[in-house]
């Protein structure tokens, strides 16, 4: 069975401070894909990346950047110079790359609370 | 540019009562999800469908019935309500083909339920 563990359940920071979101996955698959995905306060699920299990490049994306290590299992996303429309939570998710969808499993989220 | 339409966004229900949740996407998406986030716990899959005509059981599927009425529409039926069945749930819909594709899921703002 896949798991998604993110151990962080809630990180505090001041503006302009990095910051580290942790997540590792277990799965039996070879190729599979992850996700995060971002919930602010509001509430809705904003995507931000897709990841597939081949390509261990990491990604940036202005403030954003992903490291995936296939060697641990994880996929930890950092935050560089955070601003207070960080705060959110953000979810790591895997889904499978076989069978008839893509279905997810999510950890069950860190909190990000970003203040002056 | 609607994206993913969940109806109604709030509910409240008493023990026993009935209930269906609404969906519908035009991205023009083959495969459609139904998830509940409980607090703590991450979202997690109730059903989904791969394609119209289709539907599976995903992590958590006892006390619900789904329907994929076209390839726009997956609702979701509460045939006797529970207070464990409290909880945000959401619709999600991506494009995904074993082997070819496997597009993000489009999540919809959730339907807030209450079960007293």
């Known amino acids: 069975a896949q798991k998604v563990t993110q151990a962080q359940t809630e990180i505090s920071v001041v503006e302009k401070e990095d910051v580290t979101l942790d997540c590792v996955y277990e799965?039996?698959?070879?190729?599979?894909?992850l996700f995060w995905y971002k919930q602010p306060p509001s509430g809705e699920l904003v995507f931000l990346i897709r990841?597939?299990?081949?390509?261990?490049q990491n990604e940036i994306s202005g403030r954003y950047s992903w490291n995936f290590q296939k060697s641990t299992s994880s996929f930890n996303f950092t935050i560089t110079a955070s601003q207070v429309v960080d705060s959110a939570v953000y979810f790591c998710?895997?889904?499978?790359?076989?069978?008839?969808?893509?279905?997810?499993?999510f950890g069950t989220g860190t909190r990000l609370q970003v203040t002056l | 540019n609607a994206g993913v339409t969940q109806t109604p966004k709030f509910q409240v229900l008493k023990t026993g009562q009935s209930m269906t949740l609404q969906c519908a996407q035009d991205?023009?998406?083959?495969?459609m999800y139904w998830y509940r986030q409980d607090p703590g716990m991450g979202l997690r899959l109730i059903y989904y469908?791969?394609?119209?005509?289709?539907?599976d059981k995903g992590e958590v599927p006892n006390g619900y019935n789904v329907s994929r009425l076209n390839k726009r529409e997956f609702s979701l039926r509460l045939e006797s309500a529970a207070p464990s069945q409290t909880s945000v749930y959401f619709c999600?819909?991506?494009?995904?083909?074993?082997?070819?594709?496997?597009?993000?899921?489009?999540f919809g703002d959730g339907t807030r339920l209450s079960i007293l």
């Open positions: 998710a895997l889904s499978e790359a076989t069978g008839t969808a893509s279905k997810l499993t």
């Open positions: 799965t039996r698959d070879t190729t599979y894909y």
């Open positions: 990841r597939n299990s081949f390509d261990e």
């Open positions: 991205m023009n998406h083959n495969s």
């Open positions: 469908s791969a394609s119209e005509g289709t539907t």
């Open positions: 999600a819909s991506n494009s995904f083909l074993v082997g070819v594709r496997n597009q993000p899921q489009h």
